[in-house]
C-alpha cells in the first residue's frame, strides 16, 4: 500500500472533522448529561429531604398526639376523682340531713307518745275514779298510781 498525500489529507481532515464534531456535537451532548446527571441528582437530594422532612412531621405529629391522649386522660381522671369527692360529699350531707331529720322525727314521736301516753294515763285514772264512786256510791280521788302497772298494761295492749 502506497502512501500518499490523499491519505495524509484524509487523516488530517478526519482529526478536523473528529476535533470540529467534539466542539460542535459531543462537548454540549457531554454539558448537557452532565447538566441532567446534576439535575437528577439535585432533584433526589430535595426529594430525600423532604421524605426526611415528612417523617419528621409524621413523628412529631404522632408524638403531639400521644401528649393530647395523655394529657385528656390525666383530665379524664381529675375529672372523675373530683366527681366522685363531690358526689362521696354531697352523699354524706345527705346522710347528715336524713339522720338529723330522723332525730328530729323520733324525739317528735317520742314527745308525742309521751303525751298521748301522760293523757292515758289522766283518762285511766278520770274512769277509775268513776268506776270506784260507781262501786263505792261515794266519790273519791286516786292521788297514786302506780305507773308501772299501768305502763305495763299500755305496752301489752
Known amino acids: 500500500m502506497e502512501f500518499n498525500a490523499t491519505f495524509l489529507v484524509s487523516g488530517i481532515s478526519f482529526i478536523v472533522f473528529a476535533i470540529l464534531m467534539n466542539i460542535i456535537m459531543y462537548n454540549p451532548l457531554a454539558k448537557i448529561v452532565e447538566q ?3 439535575f437528577v ?3 433526589y437530594d430535595e426529594a430525600d429531604k423532604a421524605n426526611q422532612k415528612a417523617t419528621n412531621l409524621i413523628k412529631d405529629r404522632a408524638d403531639r398526639l400521644a401528649k393530647a391522649n395523655t394529657d385528656a386522660r390525666k383530665v379524664m381522671v381529675e375529672i372523675t376523682d ?3 369527692a363531690e358526689k362521696s360529699e354531697m352523699c ?9 331529720d330522723i332525730k328530729a322525727k323520733k324525739e317528735s314521736l317520742t314527745n308525742t307518745s309521751n303525751n298521748v301516753s301522760n293523757e ?5 285514772k278520770g274512769i277509775a275514779e268513776t268506776i270506784s264512786s260507781k262501786i263505792l256510791g261515794e266519790t273519791s280521788n286516786i ?6 302497772a299501768v305502763n305495763k298494761i299500755m305496752q301489752e295492749g
Open 41 to 43: 441528582d439535585d432533584n
Open 120 to 124: 292515758l294515763k289522766q283518762h285511766i
Open 36 to 38: 441532567r446527571k446534576k
Open 82 to 84: 373530683k366527681a366522685k
Open 143 to 148: 292521788d297514786s298510781i302506780d305507773e308501772e
Open 92 to 100: 354524706a350531707n345527705a346522710k347528715n340531713v336524713a339522720n338529723e
